[in-house]
């Protein structure tokens, strides 16, 4: 039985309410239960320069008011250090490439995963923090500006996640790849199911259980089959113990 | 002065029209300029088993009914030598991750650039096979559903293209980064030029000329500065002779 404890966020903007706000109730219960009280958080899929500061202000704002501290890695001077200290881990979104360039560049991509599959200290991923806790970022929508040594990622689930999935637009006149015709290209290659996380959904894992939450629908990609669509709610758990 | 004679299609599609004919007229006069009359087909960016032959059959079949004769690269025992004797170069679209691995796995990246910049023979390409005529693939829409060696590309020019560029919607609920915000977080790390190629259109490049032919305008992204329109017809070899 797997310690581990994620609540991996499609993203942190849902239509209709200011940045994190949605999941209010899911973060508060998702840390106490876990009796955390203070978060570090991983700044690294921003890239702007000079940005880790306001971006883990920007986290810290609602998380405040949710009734938690959060403290940014770049504070620290020893960045496994602060993993090996931190009682839960929230990741942000940004772009994915970046974020995890900067994991093993820090080298900290064992030290997470140790924290997180040995130690059971909550983990909180959204949109980039989502698509890095699963096998690899090879199902991200972010633009590769740059080059990771592996797309290969924390592997805190070993299937793949599609953050921000999107519906084909009805009488789209773009003739680019929908986003099911991208998943479908990576079953091509891989095998690993993908689940498409729309806006405003999460997908809660508790040890070897794990819960769609959240206002919308969740369809599961598994190769050569017909596309699943799975109602808020729904235990899904037959992903994580068949990982 | 360069020898290159480019072609780099935005997209094979285009709203209304069949496969590539709304190209018909670019890619005849294209050809014909440079006394071409028989094209080598890069089907790489196809993710499918086995594909190669249907796709190149797909592509032959308006060349043909425009006058030119396909060949398939994958028909070649040696695909460098199917290069060294190639008059024209057609790469196409598809997974561009995929594409560019596989350039490099099948060890024809220099030859191209040397067939092309060299020898000036002609070359097409479409999404993809655009993305990859550019210094990188930093700028691509797709899916990194595989690994290359690199991300640099055939830099047959050295600014970067977005192909399929795709204007925010109005009124749009979601929350994902738009194509603009991408090509500004590639300007976070990189200083090259992003070029904006809408569906419908294309770069001509002739020499150090360059021309955007077709039905839409484009839009130029330079660091720290604001994007900026160009009209179809407009001379854009203000990007080349800076290249």
């Known amino acids: 039985m797997s310690k581990r404890q994620l609540l991996l966020l499609s993203s942190s903007n849902y239509h209709g309410h200011e940045f994190l706000q949605f999941a209010r109730d ?16 991983i700044p690294y899929a921003s890239t702007e320069p000079d940005s880790y500061t306001k971006y883990t202000e920007k986290v810290a704002k609602p998380l405040k008011e949710f009734g938690f501290d959060v403290e940014g890695i770049h504070e620290s001077r020893d960045p496994v250090e602060a993993i090996n200290n931190a009682s839960a881990i929230f990741i942000g ?26 130690n059971g200290i909550p983990y909180i991923g959204s949109s980039a923090g989502t698509n ?37 637009i009805t009488d789209d006149k ?54 699943q669509e799975f109602e808020p709610d729904s235990d899904l758990s037959f992903l994580v113990s068949s990982s």
Chains 1, 2 share one sequence.
Request: proline share 5%; hydrophobic share 40%.
């Open 93 to 118: 979104g940004g772009n994915t490439f970046h974020l995890l360039k900067t994991l093993y560049d820090k080298r900290i991509v064992e030290a997470i995963r140790s924290r997180v599959l040995d």
């Open 174 to 227: 773009h003739r680019g790849e929908t986003r099911a015709q991208r998943i479908n290209e990576f079953h091509h290659i891989n095998s690993s199911p993908v689940l498409g996380l729309r806006e405003g959904s999460a997908l809660l894992v508790d040890g070897d259980n794990a819960t769609l939450i959240g206002h919308t629908k969740a369809i599961l990609f598994c190769r050569n089959e017909d596309p």
């Open 132 to 168: 890095v806790a699963t096998v690899s970022i090879n199902t991200t929508n972010d633009m590769p500006i740059v080059l990771p040594p592996t797309f290969y990622a924390l592997q805190l689930l070993d299937f793949n996640i599609n953050p921000h999935y999107l519906d084909p």
């Open 26 to 41: 899911w973060i508060t219960d998702f840390l106490k239960k876990n009796n955390v009280s203070k978060i570090l958080f």
